[in-house]
C-alpha cells in the first residue's frame, strides 16, 4: 500500500527509535502509548545512518527490521526515510570532502546535521549504498508507504568541487558566452568585466557579494544543486521501490520550491508557526500559517502532507511557549482544512539527551500518556479518525496571490531602499486582506497557470522577466483582474534594469508610468473615497494615463495630492496598482471592490475576531484563532466558537 490508498487521514510523526536501543520496554511502550493516541503513521530512519552502519560497509539492519516489523503488527504505517541529513562520524573523518565549505571559505568540521557537500562523489556514492539497501530491504514491506528523502535539504558549499560546478552551471547558463554573463552581471561596473571562467568564484564576504546578478546566479545554481542531490537519491531508493517519494519543505525564503516541488509525488512541509510569540495576536500567527499551507497545496494544486509539526513547544525560539489548552487541536485542523492529509508531529517521544531533549513530543520523559499533551493529542487523534471523509477535497479558488522566491532574493539584495523590505510579510498582509472574506485563496509561483483565476494579487513583484510581463499582460486582456503594487517590474531576471520606464514591459497595461520610489520615515497616508489610510515605508510617484482613474491620491509631503492608487481597464480585465505601503484595512477595501469586480463568489459571512474560514471540498472551516468565544453568521446561520474552537459545516 503507498500514501495515496490510505483511507484514513494520517496521525504521528517523527520516531527515533534507535535513541532507546538498550531501553527494554520502550519500543513497546512506544507502540501501546501511539496506539492509545490513534497514531497510524510515522517517519522512520531519519537520523539513523550511524546506528545501521557503525563500520563503513557492515550494515546491520535488525534493530530496524523489529521496529518496522512491529510497527506493522500494530496497524502503524511507515514513512521510511534516507539518512543521508546527518552522517555517521567515521564518514566525515575518513572523507573529508563530504564537508562543507562556508563563503567565508572556512571548511566545516564534524559535527550538526544538514550540512553535506551537495556535490561530492564520495557522499553520492555512499548514500546510494545505504539508500540502496534501504530500498531493496523495505521497499516491498508492507508497512512502508512512501520514502522520506534525507531531511530538510538546504544551504550552499563553496569548495573548490562546486566552485567547479558553478562554473559549469554558468557556462551552460550564457551559451559558453563570458560576454553574456559580463552583460548579465554588469561587468563594466567596478572594472568586474571576466575574461576567463576560472576567474568567477561564489559570491563571499572576503571577495564580492554586491554584483546582484552574481548573487541570484548563486543561489540558484545552489538550488539545482539540492535538487540534483536530491534526484541522486530518489533514484537509488528506485532502484528497488516504486513507493512515492517526498521531502520535508520549510517555510524558509532561501530555496526556490517552485523548482522543486515536480520532483517530490506530494508535497510535504514542516509547520512551526511561533504560536503565541508577543508580537502578533494567534490570529495573525494563524494567518502566517494559512498561507504556507496554501503556498505548499498550490504547488500541486493537490492535497499536501504536514510532515512535521510540535504537538506543544519547539525548543528553538527565544522564548518557546506552550501551545494553550485547545491550540493544538485547532492548529492541526487547520492544516487539514488547508488540504494536508494528516498531522505529523516532530516527534513521538522525548530524547533523553541533546540539543532537542525539552522539544515537545508526543510521549514525555514520565512516560506515562498522562500528560495534558498527551490527552489533547488522543483527542485529536480520535477526531482525525472520525473525519477520513475530508481527505482529498481540493481547493477551487478563484483568487491567488503570487509569491516568487526568487523575486525575494532580489528585493533582499537591491540597495537604495529601506531596509526592511519585508517581501514575504507583504505577500502575507495581502494575503490576510483577501482571505478576511472567508475565500479560499491560492498562494502560486509566477510560472502558474493564471488562467484558473478571476482575481491575482502579485504584491513587490519587482523581478519581471519579458516571459512573466506577456503572461501578465495576456491573463489581463483576457478578463482577468490583476492587483500589483509599488515595485512592479523594476528589473529582469538578471537583476537588470527595465529601460523606458517602470513597471518595465507593462506601463501601458497599468496606464501608469512609476517616476520613482520614496522611502519614508514614520507614516504618510492616502485619501480614498474620503476616507484617510495609512501608509508606510514605500510611496512611489506614479503618473497615470489619461484612461486612468485615480482611486487614491497621497495626503503629505511633496506629493501630496498626486495619485497614490490607480485602475486601468485593459482589454477585457482591470489592472489595479497600488503605489504605496498600504495597511490591510485599505487592502481588504480595495480587494472588496476588486473581487466584486472580477465576479469572485464571496460567501455570505460575518467573521468574529480571530475567526477564520476555510473551505476543503464540500467542507466548511470555521476557526477560532482566540482565547475568547467568538461568533460568525455563515448563510444566515449563527455560530458560537469556544476559545481556540472550530466547527466543520
Ligand atoms: C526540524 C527537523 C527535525 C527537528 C525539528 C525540531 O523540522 O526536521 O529533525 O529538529 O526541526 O523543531
Ligand atoms: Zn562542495
Not at 66 to 78: A, D, H, Q, R
Not at 449 to 467: C, E, G, T, W
Not at 566 to 589: E, S
Request: charged share 25%.
Amino acid at each position: 500500500m503507498n500514501i495515496f490508498e490510505k483511507k484514513d487521514l494520517l496521525y504521528g510523526g517523527d520516531y527515533n527509535p534507535e535513541q532507546w536501543l538498550g531501553y527494554d520496554g520502550i519500543w513497546e511502550q512506544d507502540i501501546q502509548l501511539m496506539k492509545k493516541a490513534g497514531v497510524n503513521c510515522v517517519s522512520v530512519g531519519i537520523f539513523s545512518w550511524a546506528l545501521i552502519e557503525r563500520e563503513e560497509g557492515v550494515f546491520d539492519f535488525s534493530w530496524l527490521d523489529t521496529v518496522i516489523e512491529n510497527l506493522y503488527k500494530n496497524g502503524i504505517s511507515v514513512i521510511l526515510a534516507t539518512p543521508s541529513g546527518a552522517r555517521p562520524p567515521w564518514l566525515s573523518q575518513k572523507y573529508p570532502e563530504v564537508l562543507r565549505v562556508r563563503e567565508d571559505r572556512v571548511k566545516h568540521i564534524y559535527g550538526k546535521r544538514h550540512n553535506h557537500c551537495f556535490t561530492s562523489p564520495v557522499y553520492r556514492e555512499k548514500t546510494a549504498i545505504i539508500d540502496e539497501k534501504l530500498s531493496k530491504r523495505y521497499g516491498h514491506h508492507p508497512a512502508v508507504i512512501m520514502w522520506h528523502i534525507s531531511n530538510e535539504l538546504s544551504g550552499d558549499c563553496h569548495c573548490p568541487r562546486c566552485q567547479e560546478r558553478f562554473r559549469e552551471w554558468l557556462k551552460a547558463k550564457y551559451d559558453n558566452d563570458i560576454e553574456k554573463l559580463n552583460h548579465a552581471w554588469w561587468g563594466a561596473f567596478w572594472s568586474h568585466h571576466y575574461t576567463e571562467w576560472s576567474q568567477i568564484e561564489s559570491p563571499s564576504s572576503i571577495g564580492e557579494i554586491g554584483v546582484h546578478a552574481h548573487v541570484l546566479d548563486w543561489k540558484r545554481f545552489s538550488n539545482d544543486m539540492m535538487i540534483e542531490f536530491y534526484n541522486h537519491e530518489v533514484s537509488a531508493v528506485k532502484k528497488y521501490s516504486d513507493l512515492p517519494v517526498t521531502t520535508n519543505f520549510m517555510e524558509i525564503e532561501e530555496i526556490n520550491y517552485h523548482k522543486f516541488e515536480k520532483y517530490v509525488d506530494i508535497v510535504s512541509w514542516d509547520c512551526y508557526p511561533r504560536w503565541h510569540n508577543d508580537k502578533e495576536s494567534v490570529y495573525d500567527t494563524a494567518v502566517w500559517t494559512a498561507f504556507h499551507h496554501d503556498l505548499f497545496r498550490s504547488m500541486k494544486q493537490k492535497p499536501f502532507l504536514m510532515m512535521e509539526s510540535t504537538p506543544s513547544l519547539v525548543n528553538w525560539n527565544d522564548t518557546n511557549k506552550l501551545k494553550a489548552p485547545g491550540l493544538n487541536i485547532l492548529a492541526s485542523m487547520q492544516a487539514i482544512a488547508h488540504g494536508s492529509e494528516g498531522v505529523l508531529y516532530f516527534q513521538m517521544r522525548k530524547s533523553r539527551g541533546s540539543f532537542e531533549k525539552f522539544h515537545g513530543a508526543l510521549i514525555d520523559h514520565d512516560g506515562s500518556g498522562e500528560t495534558r499533551v498527551f490527552g489533547e493529542a488522543a483527542q485529536l487523534g480520535r477526531i482525525l479518525k472520525d473525519n477520513a471523509k475530508l481527505k482529498g477535497g481540493s481547493s477551487d479558488s478563484q483568487v491567488a496571490v503570487i509569491y516568487d522566491y526568487e523575486n525575494g532574493w532580489a528585493i533582499d539584495e537591491l540597495c537604495g531602499l529601506k531596509n526592511d523590505r519585508g517581501y514575504k510579510e507583504t505577500c502575507i498582509k495581502h494575503y490576510k486582506a483577501l482571505k478576511g472574506s472567508g475565500i479560499n485563496v491560492d498562494v502560486i509561483g509566477p510560472g502558474a497557470d493564471f488562467s484558473r483565476y478571476k482575481l491575482i494579487s502579485a504584491p513587490m513583484l519587482y523581478m519581471v522577466p519579458d516571459s512573466t510581463a506577456k503572461r501578465i499582460r495576456e491573463y489581463i486582456a483576457g478578463g482577468g483582474i490583476f492587483v500589483a503594487t509599488y515595485l512592479t517590474s523594476y528589473v529582469d531576471e538578471n537583476d537588470l534594469c527595465h529601460l523606458g520606464g517602470f513597471p518595465g514591459g507593462l506601463k501601458d497595461v497599468f496606464g501608469i508610468w512609476n517616476e520613482e520610489i520614496d522611502s519614508i520615515y514614520g507614516e504618510n497616508a492616502v485619501i480614498a473615497n474620503g476616507s484617510e489610510y495609512t501608509v508606510t515605508d514605500f510611496c512611489e510617484r506614479i503618473h497615470p494615463d489619461k484612461d486612468t482613474e485615480v482611486i487614491a491620491t497621497y495626503k503629505y509631503d511633496f506629493y501630496a495630492g498626486e495619485p497614490a492608487v490607480t485602475r486601468h481597464g485593459y482589454n477585457k480585465g482591470m489592472a489595479y496598482y497600488i503605489g504605496a505601503r498600504t495597511g490591510v484595512d485599505y487592502l481588504h477595501r480595495l480587494y472588496g471592490e476588486a473581487m466584486q469586480k472580477a465576479g469572485v463568489l464571496v460567501p455570505d459571512v460575518t467573521l468574529g475576531k480571530g475567526i477564520s474560514m476555510t473551505k476543503r471540498g464540500e467542507y466548511t472551516f470555521l476557526m477560532n484563532f482566540s482565547d475568547k468565544a467568538a461568533a460568525a453568521v455563515s448563510n444566515g446561520v449563527n455560530f458560537t466558537l469556544e476559545p481556540y474552537g472550530f466547527k466543520i459545516i
